[in-house]
């Protein structure tokens, strides 16, 4: 294994915690997907939501994620009160500080992911940043899925996830990440 190889050749696995390059942020920070401003512009689906103030407020509009992935944060400020949201969810813990994603937290959404296919609403809740947990949960998502994620001053970013998409962010992913 050479020092830069840090996925599994099928993409599924992170073999080593990863941090983000300087001069990749902008680059992660361009919307993947459409902007959704409205509750009927969200098809039917395995809903994953990635951000608190995404997953509440879809929870607002009547609509419960299949999983929601929080760091009990808004804009770096604590705030817990979503929790209050997620009665019925099973809650996984995990470790990702920002600026990085670990094995840990990638392990932690693949559970998640294969709880939520069999129907079960799961919450993975991060100590540190979810932030960059889309690449996880794009990657490893079932074809159809549907990922939303906030983007900062534009607003919720839907993202439909199918081959085309995976194979972007595994790309990215490598392009734009260093093992630690």
Not at 28 to 44: S, T
Not at 106 to 117: E, G, H, P, Q, R
């Amino acid at each position: 294994m050479t020092s830069k190889r840090f996925l599994s050749d099928d993409g599924k696995v992170l073999l080593r915690d990863v941090v983000l390059r300087e001069d990749m942020r902008e680059k992660i920070a361009e919307a993947k997907g459409k902007i959704v401003r409205e509750r009927d512009e969200i098809p039917h689906g395995l809903i994953i939501t990635v951000g608190d103030r995404v997953t509440r407020t879809l929870i607002k509009w009547g609509i419960r994620p299949s999983l929601v992935v929080i760091d009990l944060k808004e804009k770096r400020k604590v705030d817990c009160s979503i929790i209050h949201d997620l009665n019925g969810y099973f809650l996984i813990t995990t470790r990702n500080p920002p600026s990085l994603i670990t094995k840990e937290s990638w392990k932690s959404i693949d559970l998640a992911l294969k709880l939520a296919s069999i129907d079960m609403k799961v919450a993975v809740v991060v100590k540190g940043e979810e932030d960059l947990l889309g690449f996880p949960v794009a990657i490893l998502s079932q074809p159809g899925s549907l990922m939303l994620y906030g983007q900062p001053d534009v607003g919720m970013i839907l993202v439909e996830v199918n081959e085309e998409v995976r194979e972007s962010a595994k790309k990215l992913l490598l392009e734009a990440f260093n093992p630690v």
